[in-house]
């Protein structure tokens, strides 16, 4: 049976660790926008993670995650050399990549791993490249030097004001376009609140815009249904019709509430975990 082993980890911020994994299939196939989904051992659940980075030639991937339920958290005690016993991807609609001139890519949180990602394919496309990312407070920023080496303009903002500057995304984007700026496309990824925000946003002034959206999942191939979500009054599957939508189409009130869905099981599992000792 193959294995995927950690081959390096770093902790971005508080509970956002960093993996590295030989994984030379999905690297050789992996695009911007993709996901995988894997199963740490035989008792695991299965769990969705944007892919980051990835290596067609070292034939690795990179993932960013953050410790928010118990397999997130039990993947972050995992070290170098460590194997995970199930990887399967690269899964989903692959980001449409083209030169639509201006574009702006706004990441929320841990959305700027997905974010970077399809940020990166859209410079390498020929695009003018603007990012606007978001974080709670200073010490959860991460991939600002990332987002600095491909951005044409970098604009961060944290909720409490203690890096940069204090507002939302949705104040950043606001303004940036209030301000004259020409903006011909955005993709948009992060908190469903934040999304939802964003596209009322373009939505006025009439701006193509695309979300990547981030519904409850379990096998990530369309058969199970639980990742539906509705997009233009019809329902849609994300693990196989997205995970991008047009953001002016996505029912997001629907979508929040779905992903409020299973939020005392997934407390119980928690507590379960760090009853047992976290193992």
């Known amino acids: 049976m193959p294995m995927f082993e950690i081959l390096d980890k770093k902790e971005l911020a508080p509970h956002i660790k960093w993996l590295r994994v030989h994984a030379p299939l999905v690297a050789r196939a992996a695009k911007a926008g993709q996901f995988i989904i894997l199963r740490l051992h035989e008792k695991g659940e299965r769990i969705p993670l944007t892919l980051f980075k990835w290596s067609k030639d070292e034939g690795y991937i990179e993932i960013v995650f953050q410790e928010v339920g118990k397999t997130t958290y039990e993947l972050g005690t995992y070290e170098i050399g460590d194997k995970i016993m199930d990887i399967v991807g690269p899964l989903g609609r692959p980001t449409e990549i083209e030169n ?5 890519v706004v990441s929320g949180g841990v959305g700027a791993p997905i974010g970077y990602a399809v940020a990166r394919g859209l410079k390498e496309a020929g695009n003018h490249l603007t990012v606007i990312a978001g974080f709670r407070s200073k010490d959860f920023v991460i991939l600002e030097d990332e987002f600095s080496e491909i951005a044409d303009e970098l604009l961060i903002t944290t909720d ?33 609140i934040m999304m939802k925000f964003i596209a009322d946003i373009t939505k006025k002034y009439r701006i193509k815009t695309v979300a990547s ?6 096998d990530g191939t369309g058969m199970c249904g639980a990742c539906r979500v509705r997009v233009g009054g019809e329902i849609k599957f994300a693990c196989v019709d997205g995970p991008d939508f047009d953001a002016h189409q996505v029912d997001f009130d629907e979508l929040i509430m779905r992903l409020k869905q299973y939020q005392n099981e997934e407390e119980v599992a928690m507590k379960r975990y760090l009853k047992k000792g976290g193992c």
């Open 100 to 104: 639509f001139g201006n574009v702006v």
């Open 213 to 218: 959206l981030n519904p409850i999942m379990i």
């Open 160 to 192: 409490d004001g203690s890096y940069v500057r204090k507002g939302f995304t949705t104040d950043v984007l606001k303004e940036y376009i209030e301000a004259g700026n020409k903006v011909d496309f955005v993709f948009t990824v992060g908190p469903v």
